[in-house]
T-cell receptor, first 113, second 114 residues
Framework: TQLLEQSPQFLSIQEGENLTVYCNSS?????LQWYRQEPGEGPVLLVT?????EVKKLKRLTFQFGDARKDSSLHITAAQPGDTGLYLC?????????????FGRGTQLTVWP | EAGVAQSPRYKIIEKRQSVAFWCNPISGHATLYWYQQILGQGPKLLIQ????????DSQLPKDRFSAERLKGVDSTLKIQPAKLEDSAVYLCASSASGNSYGYTFGSGTRLTVV
């Protein structure tokens, strides 16, 4: 059973298009992180969101944490081929001090030139 | 700063054989994690160390998997005997504070069991 559901599972778009990836759960998280993973590499942290309703921007990437801290979205504006990769969301257990993260299955994004 | 180092990068073994993976975390990081990532899925925590002590091994299949972190630095993860379903990427991560905010992952070891 996946604690975090990501959608869509696969996304294939042309350079310049916009896209949104969703991460949903029935559980409340103390924080939520987004990672990007390229083939043969480990996940690389993009952002951590902590406060319900929080919005963070990282160049063309916009991350939002839901008001109830159960869901999050990642929006990419004007996607580029360099954005290609597996995008993973991960939630930290509310109330836990152990540092354990629960990961979604990921969204595989392919951006064509 | 140097990242999390893992070796080997790839390993192919036959079922029922044993295998060991090695991880060297970022210097000074007290917390070390081993995650298993099966193809098409997100990483799943196997075991978490705080210095050289285990703080969470609830998801570790202890009948075949074992891990240690001697002296609170390097760590090894062992599988004995391996099963076909153990084929996955084994990721090591470390953090300074253990509060989920500052994970750094290694490149992983891709294990194929045939």
């Amino acid at each position: 059973t996946q604690l975090l559901e990501q959608s869509p599972q696969f996304l294939s778009i042309q350079e310049g298009e916009n896209l949104t990836v969703y991460c949903n759960s029935s559980s409340v998280f103390s924080s939520l992180q987004w990672y990007r993973q390229e083939p043969g590499e480990g996940p690389v942290l993009l952002v951590t969101v902590v406060t319900g309703g929080e919005v963070k921007k990282l160049k063309r990437l916009t991350f939002q944490f839901g008001d109830a801290r159960k869901d999050s979205s990642l929006h990419i504006t004007a996607a580029q081929p360099g954005d290609t990769g597996l995008y993973l969301c991960a939630g930290a257990d509310r109330g836990s001090t152990l540092g354990r993260l629960y990961f979604g299955r990921g969204t595989q994004l392919t951006v064509w030139p | 700063e140097a990242g999390v180092a893992q070796s080997p990068r790839y390993k192919i073994i036959e079922k029922r054989q044993s295998v060991a993976f090695w991880c060297n975390p970022i210097s000074g990081h007290a917390t070390l994690y081993w995650y298993q990532q099966i193809l098409g899925q997100g990483p799943k925590l196997l075991i978490q160390f705080q210095n050289n002590g285990v703080v969470d091994d609830s998801q570790l299949p202890k009948d075949r998997f074992s891990a240690e972190r001697l002296k609170g630095v390097d760590s090894t993860l062992k599988i004995q005997p391996a099963k076909l379903e153990d084929s996955a990427v084994y990721l090591c991560a470390s953090s300074a504070s253990g509060n989920s905010y500052g994970y750094t992952f290694g490149s992983g070891t891709r294990l194929t069991v045939v």
